[in-house]
Nanobody, 128 residues
Framework: HLQLVESGGGLVQPGGSLRLSCAAS????????IGWFRQAPGKEREGVSC????????NYADSVKGRFTISRDDAKNTVYLQMNSLKPEDTAVYYC?????????????????????WGQGTQVTVSS
């Protein structure tokens, strides 16, 4: 079964950047769509970004469009979330999640219920 481990979180000042990594083990990521989610204290877990199994399509929450970029490197079994121009409201625990998708996937799903496998999360804190 697929195991996912997030890394790259930490404390950063507003306007700064972080790159989160989601490393997979157990299976290659070739046939998995990946989503990034975040959850702040007292808030529901929300979708941040997703990428199709092929990497041909990605999507973003309105709150992060133009600032975050998702990418995948299947040779490294890793998906990344580059976060630029960070704001205090980006503070949350960030999770990656995967779901097996065989064949062509034209669009990815931003809903958390679409995903079967979850990492443990990495804390991102944006503060001056």
């Amino acid at each position: 079964h697929l195991q996912l481990v997030e890394s790259g979180g930490g404390l950063v000042q507003p306007g700064g950047s972080l790159r989160l990594s989601c490393a997979a083990s157990g299976f290659t990521l070739d046939y998995y769509a990946i989503g990034w989610f975040r959850q702040a204290p007292g808030k529901e877990r929300e979708g941040v970004s997703c990428i199709t199994n092929s990497g041909g399509n990605s999507n973003y929450a309105d709150s992060v469009k133009g600032r975050f970029t998702i990418s995948r490197d299947d040779a490294k079994n890793t998906v990344y979330l580059q976060m630029n121009s960070l704001k205090p409201e980006d503070t949350a625990v960030y999770y990656c999640a995967g779901v097996s998708i065989l064949g062509v996937q034209p669009m990815c799903n931003m809903g958390r219920l679409a995903y079967d496998y979850w990492g443990q999360g990495t804390q991102v804190t944006v503060s001056s």
